[in-house]
């Protein structure tokens, strides 16, 4: 399916409008997408080369094909987008709620779900509000953070939206290193969690890259200090300074991550499905970590990053 993308400044509420024009016409969708204060026009064009996809599966069936067991700790990266537009081309409507609640279900009590609710201003010098900086890591993440039995994790740059079991022990983290032996990256290698990749690529999902790298000291990325204005969940403001083992600019680095998952996919660590036309795919976290330090250590970390030098 081939998807034309316009942007467009428009200050409205959230908005969704769906129409269905006979065989062979575009389908429109207007979404409203809050955290960019921007819509989105997509438009659908039928592809004859496309094949069918296979069965359409509700909201609520979806978490039943996926590989969660009781007791299991998970974390969501994803893009709903096109899980939505699905639905609406077959007259549902995709339920992020419903969807959450699934999760939930399937992990259990003694299980945890983590949502990656980052958000990057605090590294420009703006200010992170504990309850009012939003996610820039998708509209499911986002609805994690208003509901009422998540709590958000504390680090103004990469924080989470947790659920379960482990919440009150994540919520607790102070790491001021985002990828730090003390952060939730390192809970999540610990705890031999799994990462659930919906809609995105490994380059645009795959942060747990950045901890293996901080952990394994690599020389084309180094530690830099932000400073910024930090609201906490009392309303208290307060000047803060957290860092980032962040990529060496000077050296022209630059982060190429699909590598590595396709690496991951041969060695079945990623298993990856299709769903409603959209790729969900597994990682075993603590296996992972394995073979991307193997990467770093005897590849010179070639399927994680390359030097542009056209820059």
């Not at 969660?68 to 339920?95: C, M, P, Q």
């Not at 994690?144 to 740059?157: E, G, N, S, Y």
Request: hydrophobic content about 40%; aromatic content about 14%.
């Amino acid at each position: 399916m081939v998807l034309h993308i316009f942007i467009r400044s428009f200050p409205m509420e959230f908005t969704v409008i769906f129409d269905t024009y006979p065989a062979g016409l575009n389908i429109v969708i207007f979404v409203k997408v809050l955290e960019w204060r921007k819509n989105f026009f997509l438009i659908v064009k039928p592809n004859e080369a496309e094949e069918p996809m296979s069965k359409f599966e509700k909201t609520k069936d979806i978490v039943e094909l996926l590989d969660i067991s009781e007791g299991d700790v998970v974390l969501v990266g994803s893009d709903i987008t096109r899980l939505a537009v699905e639905a609406l081309r077959n007259g549902e409507k995709f339920e992020v709620h419903t969807f959450i609640d699934g999760l939930i279900n399937k992990v259990g009590g003694n299980g945890t779900l983590l949502f990656p609710t980052f958000n990057w201003d605090f590294c420009k010098g703006g200010t992170f509000d504990y309850h009012h900086t939003v996610s820039k890591t998708g509209a499911l993440t986002n609805a994690a953070l208003k509901r009422k039995d998540f709590v958000r994790t504390r680090h103004p740059i990469y924080s989470f939206a947790v659920w379960g079991r482990d919440k009150n022990k994540l919520y607790q983290m102070n790491n001021i290193s985002s990828f730090g032996s003390d952060s939730p990256f390192a809970y999540l290698h610990k705890k031999k969690a799994k990462m659930l990749i919906i809609g995105l690529s490994y380059q645009h999902s795959f942060t747990f890259v950045h901890y293996v790298e901080e952990m394994e000291k690599v020389t084309y990325r180094f530690m830099k200090p932000f400073s910024g204005l930090y609201i906490d969940e009392n309303g208290r403001g307060s000047v803060r300074t957290y860092t980032m083992y962040v990529r060496d600019l000077d050296k022209s680095v630059v982060t190429r991550i699909n590598p590595i998952g396709e690496e991951l996919e041969k060695r079945n660590i990623s298993k990856c499905k299709t769903i409603n036309g959209v790729s969900f795919c597994f990682i075993h976290l603590f296996e992972a970590y394995e073979v991307i330090r193997e990467d770093i250590i005897h590849n010179g970390a070639g399927k994680l990053f390359s030097i542009d030098h056209q820059s």
